[in-house]
């Protein structure tokens, strides 16, 4: 059974920089494994930031940047903002079916 | 717009069975792909199930294979999900989504909420 693994949880100061990884119990995440990222607040439904490794949606802040690290897909929240407190998924295409990360809570203080 | 509500959420007991619908509306249906995400109280989101858009191809999380089954009428712009034997760690908030190709998903409804009692 495949798993992805995130950080449990982060925190990071306002203003300042974080990075998010997701990775793949079957080897390095590549571009081939599209992998999204998903942003979700208390009582919401999660919200799409990224596609296919960097493409961002028409709706995603700037500050969230997206790649491949070190054989890990990876989320960048730059100049974080206060609204930024929230939990963060990946998810990874496995040829048909995708695997959701565990999720990284990110804490903004 | 693109909408996407689901229903048919409920209490069932355990070993019964339930079928979920998403209907959808503002994109042309019939031309995505449309998939079934759950999350349990407190938890993290879970891959349940993928449905290509002509309805031929599927897939499902091992989790639920054999039990569940989804499937679609283009012709209503509605997702469907029949769900039998169902058991507790079934319990979850399921979510209809639709894939913006392979490249990933980009809309999601509100979620429904499905409890099995033991």
């Known amino acids: 059974q495949t798993v992805v693994t995130q950080e449990p949880s982060l925190t990071v100061s306002p203003g300042g920089t974080v990075t998010l990884t997701c990775a793949s119990s079957?080897?390095?995440?590549?571009?081939?494994?599209?992998p999204n990222w998903f942003q979700q607040k208390p009582g919401q439904a999660p919200r799409p930031l990224i596609y296919?490794?960097?493409n961002k949606h028409s709706w995603t802040p700037a500050r969230f940047s997206g790649s491949l690290l070190g054989g890990k897909a990876a989320l960048t929240l730059s100049g974080v903002q206060p609204e930024d407190e929230a939990d963060y998924y990946c998810?990874?295409?496995?040829?048909?079916?995708?695997?959701f990360g565990g999720g990284t809570k990110v804490t903004v203080l | 717009e693109v909408q996407l509500v689901e229903s048919g959420g409920g209490l069932v007991q355990s070993g019964g069975s339930l079928r979920l619908s998403c209907s959808a509306s503002?994109?042309?249906?019939?031309?995505?792909?449309m998939h079934w995400v759950r999350q349990a109280p407190g938890k993290g989101l879970e891959y349940v199930s993928t449905?290509?858009?002509?309805?031929?191809?599927?897939y499902y999380a091992d989790s639920v294979k054999g039990r569940f089954t989804v499937s679609r009428d283009n012709s209503k712009n509605t997702l469907y999900l029949q769900m039998s034997s169902l058991r507790p760690e079934d319990t979850a908030v399921y979510y209809c989504?639709?894939?913006?190709?392979?490249?990933?998903?980009?809309?999601w409804g509100q979620g429904t909420l499905v409890t099995v009692s033991s």
């Open positions: 989504v639709k894939e913006m190709g392979i490249a990933g998903f980009d809309y």
């Open positions: 503002g994109f042309t249906f019939s031309s995505y792909a």
């Open positions: 449905l290509s858009s002509n309805g031929v191809k599927t």
């Open positions: 079957t080897g390095a995440v590549t571009s081939t494994y599209y």
């Open positions: 296919s490794t960097s």
């Open positions: 998810l990874i295409y496995y040829g048909g079916g995708r695997v």
